[in-house]
């Protein structure tokens, strides 16, 4: 079994920054394809910055120079640094995973979640 614990969530004024952390464990073999989505209040959750296992990135038009999504293989963690922070990017922050495990399995998983509120 796989789990993700995220960190780095909390409360910052607008133009400041924070740095979102996922760890993976448990029964990792490696890490595919990383991934940060946020769920805004009454909204879905969407698609914020991917990452390939070859490093490849993608992220949303709205977060594009000011997030940056990177990953350490070694840690089995997966980051997302946040600058220039605006009101709107006030969401519950996941991170998920493609993994496969130790038993050959390929799962999907996701984390807890995250807070991150942007207010003065």
């Known amino acids: 079994q796989v789990q993700l614990v995220e960190s780095g969530g909390g409360l910052v004024q607008p133009g400041g920054s924070l740095r979102l952390s996922c760890a993976a464990s448990?029964?990792?073999?490696?890490?595919?394809?990383m991934g940060w989505y946020r769920q805004a209040p009454g909204k879905e959750r969407d698609m914020v910055a991917v990452?390939?296992?070859?490093?490849?990135?993608n992220y949303v038009d709205s977060v594009k120079g000011r997030f940056t999504i990177s990953r350490d293989s070694a840690k089995n963690t997966g980051y997302l640094q946040m600058t220039s922070l605006k009101p709107e990017d006030t969401a519950v922050y996941y991170c998920?995973?493609?993994?496969?495990?130790?038993?050959?399995?390929?799962?999907?998983?996701w984390g807890q979640g995250t807070l991150v509120t942007v207010s003065s």
């Open positions: 990452i390939t296992s070859g490093g490849s990135t």
């Open positions: 998920k995973m493609t993994v496969s495990t130790a038993s050959g399995n390929f799962v999907e998983v």
């Open positions: 448990g029964s990792v073999f490696r890490i595919y394809t």
